[in-house]
């Protein structure tokens, strides 16, 4: 993610519907109501750490990125098993998951 997000939404009213198996919606006669007269929403990037070796818009992307030096924050857990991907430009690891990133530090390699 690069940039900011800042959103307004005002005078905004979500209707009840019913949803068909193909996710079709059709409002429900007399149905509730859901009014928000205002809501304001703020987003900001994840800090890069120091230490990211790999392309820096792979930090935080939504995919585990292993052996770049520095742990993802996309990764559940520390173990080469959270790995989505090993061999980024930058990696310590030339070949897919697991490769040689190490079984328990997966920020960084074996070797
Ligand atoms: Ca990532």
């Known amino acids: 993610m690069n940039g900011t997000l800042n959103a307004t939404v005002t005078d905004l009213t979500l209707i009840e519907v019913e949803v068909d198996p193909d996710f079709y919606t059709t409002p429900v006669a007399n149905g509730e109501c ?19 070796l790999c392309p820096a818009d792979t930090y935080a992307d939504g995919d585990c990125n292993c052996g770049c030096g520095a742990p993802d924050s996309d990764c559940i857990d520390a173990s ?10 930058g990696s310590c690891s030339a070949t897919d998951c697991p490769g040689t990133v190490n079984v328990t530090d997966n920020a960084v390699c074996t070797m």
């Open 80 to 89: 080469i098993d959270s790995c989505d991907i090993c061999n980024d430009m």
């Open 34 to 52: 859901f009014h928000i007269a205002s809501i304001t929403a703020a987003a900001t990037p994840p800090v890069l750490p120091g230490a990211w």
